[in-house]
C-alpha cells in the first residue's frame, strides 16, 4: 500500500467521538457543492436565454435588411433581389416587406401599432409567425389581417371580426388638414411568437392592403435569411458595396448589439459573484486541515521521526484537502446537471412574458461551462490546502513530541 494515500486517509477518516469536525466536513464539501451547483444552473440559464431570444429574434425578423435611408421606398424589390444573389449563394430567403406605424380600433378599444404588410409566399420562407398561429390561420387575402394574441385581447377582438385600421401619415389633403387613410380589415389569425413585445405590438396584412392603405407603390424594405447568421456583418459590407447609396443594409448583430452584450456582462458578473461562494466554502478546507494539523501533532513528530520528509507530510494533506474538495466539486457538477436537464425537460418555471422576453425559463447546457467551474473550483479547493499543508511539512519532530 502506497504511504502517501493510505495515512492521508486515515487522516480524514471521521471517528465518531470527532462529532465537530465531521459537521465541519461536511459543511465544507456542501458549501462546494451548492456553488458549483449554482453556477452550472445558472451560467446553463442564462445560455438558454440567450440562445432563445436569438432565435425568437431571428424567427420574427431577417438576418439582413435592406432598406433606403430617409425612409424612401424601394421601388425595384426584384432588382435589388436578382443582384444581390448574383453577388453571393449564401442567401437562402427573402421577402419584401411594409413597415409603418397606424392606429388600430374595434369597437371601443383603440390603439396605435406597428403595421407589417408582407407577401404571403416569401414571408412564410424567411419568418415563423406563420407556424405560430394559435386561432384561425393565416390568410391574408384584400382585407385580412393576422394580429398577435395580447394586441387580439387588448382589442377584444377575435377570427372573423372586423377592424379599422388608419394612418395618420397619409390620407386627403382638405383645406381643413389631412384626413386620415382608412380601411377596413377582417381577423383571419391571431399569433404566438413567443416574444411580449412582438405579441402587443405587430398587425400583419398583404403587401397590397398596405399599399391602399399608404398610398405608395413599393415596400420599405427586403427581409435577407442567409446560411450563416454569423457571417451576416461581412455579407451586410458586401451588400452594400453591391448596392451602394441610398441603400441601407442592417443586420441582425448590430441591431441587438446592446442586448446580447448586456447578456454577457451579466453572466460574467454572476460568474464572479458566485465564484465567491465556491471561495468561501473552499477556505473551510483551510480550517479542516488546520484543525487535523493540530490534532494529529503528536502522529506527524511520529511519522517526521520514523523518516517522512516533510515533501511526504505535505503530500499528505495536499491528498485530503484535494479529496474534499474534489468530492464537492463532482458532486456539484453532477446536481447541476441533474437540475439543468429538470429544468430543460419539464420547464416547470415560468417567467411574466410582459416583463421578460420569454415566458418559460430555458436552460442550454455548455461542456465548456462545467469544464471551466470545475477547474476553478478544484483549483480554489487547491490554493485553500497550501497554507496547512506546508505548516504540517514544517513540524520539529521532537518539539511535537514533546508538546503532547
Known amino acids: 500500500m502506497r504511504f502517501i494515500p493510505f495515512v492521508a486517509k486515515r487522516f480524514i477518516r471521521v471517528k465518531r467521538r470527532e462529532f465537530f469536525r465531521s459537521l465541519t466536513t461536511v459543511f465544507s464539501i456542501s458549501g462546494i457543492t451548492i456553488g458549483v451547483a449554482t453556477l452550472v444552473v445558472v451560467l446553463s440559464v442564462m445560455n438558454g436565454m440567450e440562445d432563445d431570444l436569438r432565435n425568437k429574434i431571428l424567427g420574427a425578423s431577417g438576418h439582413i435588411i435592406v432598406t433606403k435611408f430617409y425612409g424612401e421606398t424601394i421601388d425595384n424589390p426584384d432588382w435589388v433581389v436578382d443582384t444581390l444573389k448574383k453577388v453571393t449563394s449564401a442567401i437562402v430567403g427573402y421577402t419584401p416587406f411594409i413597415y409603418t406605424k397606424i392606429l388600430i380600433k374595434h369597437n371601443n378599444a383603440t390603439d396605435g401599432i406597428i403595421l407589417r404588410g408582407v407577401d404571403p409566399k416569401t414571408f412564410k420562407e424567411v419568418n415563423i409567425i406563420p407556424k405560430k398561429i394559435i386561432s384561425g390561420k393565416f390568410e391574408l387575402g384584400e382585407n385580412g389581417v393576422v394580429l398577435g394574441n395580447y394586441l387580439a385581447d ?56 398596405a399599399r391602399n392603405l399608404l398610398h405608395i407603390k413599393g415596400v420599405t424594405g427586403i427581409e435577407f435569411n442567409i446560411k450563416n447568421i454569423y457571417k451576416a456583418q461581412q455579407l451586410s459590407k458586401e451588400f452594400i458595396l453591391t448596392l451602394g447609396y441610398p441603400y441601407r443594409v442592417r443586420n441582425w448583430i448590430n441591431m441587438n448589439k446592446n442586448l446580447f452584450a448586456a447578456l454577457k456582462l451579466e453572466k ?86 410582459d416583463v421578460y422576453f420569454i415566458d418559460k425559463l430555458p436552460v442550454h447546457m455548455q461542456i465548456s461551462d462545467f469544464i471551466i467551474v470545475g477547474i476553478s473550483a478544484f483549483l480554489l479547493s487547491f490554493i485553500a490546502t497550501i497554507y496547512p499543508a506546508r505548516r504540517a511539512s514544517k513540524l520539529d519532530p521532537v518539539e511535537a513530541i514533546r508538546n503532547e
Do not use: Q
Open 268 to 353: 460574467v458578473t454572476m460568474f464572479i459573484i458566485l465564484t465567491l461562494i465556491v471561495l468561501v466554502a473552499a477556505f473551510n478546507i483551510t480550517s479542516i486541515l488546520i484543525m487535523i494539523v493540530s490534532e494529529k501533532t503528536r502522529e506527524i513528530g511520529i511519522l517526521k521521526a520514523l523518516g517522512a520528509t516533510g515533501k511526504k507530510i505535505m503530500g499528505i494533506f495536499l491528498l485530503d484537502g484535494i479529496f474534499v474538495g474534489g468530492f464537492g466539486t463532482s458532486l456539484g457538477l453532477s446536481i447541476g446537471y441533474a437540475l439543468c436537464w429538470a429544468l430543460g425537460k419539464y420547464k416547470f418555471i415560468s417567467l411574466p412574458s
Open 154 to 209: 387588448g382589442l377584444g377582438a377575435h377570427i372573423g371580426d372586423t377592424i379599422e385600421i388608419s394612418s395618420p401619415y397619409s390620407g386627403i389633403k382638405t383645406p381643413f388638414g389631412l384626413i386620415p387613410s382608412r380601411k377596413e380589415c377582417i381577423v383571419r389569425g391571431i399569433f404566438d411568437a413567443g416574444m411580449y413585445e412582438i405579441n402587443a405590438t405587430i398587425a400583419i396584412v398583404s403587401l397590397n392592403t
